[in-house]
Nanobody, 124 residues
Framework: HVQLVESGGGSVQAGESLRLSCVPTGRPHCQWDMSWYRQAPGKVREFVSGIVYGGTTTYADFAEGRFTISHDYMQKKSFLQMDSLKPEDTATYYC???????????????????WGKGTQVTGS
């Protein structure tokens, strides 16, 4: 059973930075494809950034150049570094995993979708 724990949210002034982290629990042999989404009050949840095993990253247009996603393969954590934050970045940020890769035993990997409970980011 996989669970995701996000942390690092908070309240910041415009122009400041935050670093979000996402830690999966369960299935310790997995290297995860991870992504971040956000949902502002009254709006639909939207994609922010993603990283797959192997390191390929993708970004939403609003995140390109300001946000950086990374992954620590030893600790199996994902990070979202958010710089130059704006008031419109205010949202609950969610981590999601979509694929487990087990490099030593590929047959143990597979696709699944698990969401974290979110961490609040407030910019002003």
């Amino acid at each position: 059973h996989v669970q995701l724990v996000e942390s690092g949210g908070g309240s910041v002034q415009a122009g400041e930075s935050l670093r979000l982290s996402c830690v999966p629990t369960g299935r310790p042999h997995c290297q995860w494809d991870m992504s971040w989404y956000r949902q502002a009050p009254g709006k639909v949840r939207e994609f922010v950034s993603g990283i797959v095993y192997g390191g390929t990253t993708t970004y939403a247009d609003f995140a390109e150049g300001r946000f950086t996603i990374s992954h620590d393969y030893m600790q199996k954590k994902s990070f979202l570094q958010m710089d130059s934050l704006k008031p419109e970045d205010t949202a609950t940020y969610y981590c999601k995993v979509t694929r487990c890769t087990v490099p030593s035993v590929p047959s143990l990997g597979g696709s699944l979708e698990v969401w974290g409970k979110g961490t609040q980011v407030t910019g002003s």
